[in-house]
């Protein structure tokens, strides 16, 4: 069993920062990978980056150049790091967990970004 716990959400300005955090416990050595989505109300959840152990990374188009995807192993985290927000960034973020037992996901948090 994994479990994640997702903090950092807020209320920022367009054009502002934000930095989310996952950390995860339980058998964190059996996952391969870390992806960051966010669920818009009524639709479903977006993958917007994804990072590997071996620190592979991907980004989908509309968070490229503004998000950063990182991990700290030794402190079983994986950072997510949001530049030049966009009012369309508005929603709540999750990390989900790729591991042999299967997906694991956080609980979320809720990022809103004002005009």
């Known amino acids: 069993q994994v479990q994640l716990v997702e903090s950092g959400g807020g209320l920022v300005q367009a054009g502002g920062s934000l930095k989310l955090s996952c950390v995860g416990s339980?058998?964190?050595?059996?996952?391969?990978?870390i992806g960051w989505y966010r669920q818009d109300p009524g639709k479903e959840r977006e993958l917007l980056t994804m990072?590997?152990?071996?620190?592979?990374?991907f980004y989908t188009d509309s968070v490229k150049g503004r998000f950063t995807i990182s991990r700290d192993p030794a402190k079983n985290t994986v950072y997510l790091q949001m530049n030049s927000l966009k009012t369309d960034d508005t929603g709540v973020y999750y990390c989900?967990?790729?591991?042999?037992?299967?997906?694991?996901w956080g609980q979320g948090t809720r990022v809103t970004v004002s005009s």
């Open positions: 989900k967990a790729r591991c042999r037992s299967g997906d694991y």
């Open positions: 339980g058998s964190t050595f059996t996952c391969d990978a």
């Open positions: 990072i590997s152990t071996r620190n592979n990374t």
